[in-house]
């Protein structure tokens, strides 16, 4: 059985981290460490977990912060989409632009691809690249009988990701979210990268920024 332990708001833009567990094996991944990595690998004891993958949806600081600290405690390996690079290499930069302060996060041990699968346990989450917020944003699809979407700053209740910062384009993400996001099941939970969940049809129905085509 495949669990969502948690998911934590993180960081001073309350970024939501979130756990998913394989319980047969106790191997989970950890979808954007954003901030506090001591919170988020004090989570991952609690729930008897091994982190196997950090899984980022996006580069944006808020999402990206507690990289370093999170691989530090558990070895697990940095995944992003390659169009991100270029935000994640500029972490510190990101930081100051919004007054934080960041080390430069560890190396990205896995670019991701889409459509590629990451399987923990008898688990599985594939990637859907959906770019539009930045080039790289990636929601995660957990498939199997309880599935779920990781929608990172794609898509949130009732609204979407902006577009107003660095590589973002409202017509792609508008094209990302008609496109891969809408066709998935109406009945799919969605947890976007802040705030609270919703489901894929709710925001077919209601969302007032992206009908669909």
Known sequence: MTRIV????V??????C????DEP??????????DEAPKIVDALGRAGATAVFLLHTHAHFDHIGAAGGVQEATGAPVCLHPDDRFLYEK??????????????PPPVNRWIADGETFEFGESRIRALHTPGHSPGSTCFLLEGA????????????????????WGGSLETIEASIRGKLYSLPESLRVIPGHGPE??????????PFVRPA
Not at 6 to 9: C, V
């Open 6 to 9: 948690a998911t934590i708001p």
């Open 11 to 16: 960081g001073p833009l309350a970024c939501n």
């Open 18 to 21: 979130s756990i998913v567990l």
């Open 25 to 34: 094996t106790g191997e989970a991944v950890v979808i954007d460490p954003g």
């Open 91 to 104: 972490l510190p930069d990101q930081g100051r632009a919004f007054g934080f302060s960041f080390d430069p």
């Open 146 to 165: 309880a599935p779920a979407l990781f929608s990172g700053d794609t898509l949130f209740r009732d609204s979407i990701g902006r577009t107003d910062l």
């Open 198 to 207: 919703t489901t894929v049809g709710r925001e077919m129905r209601g969302n």
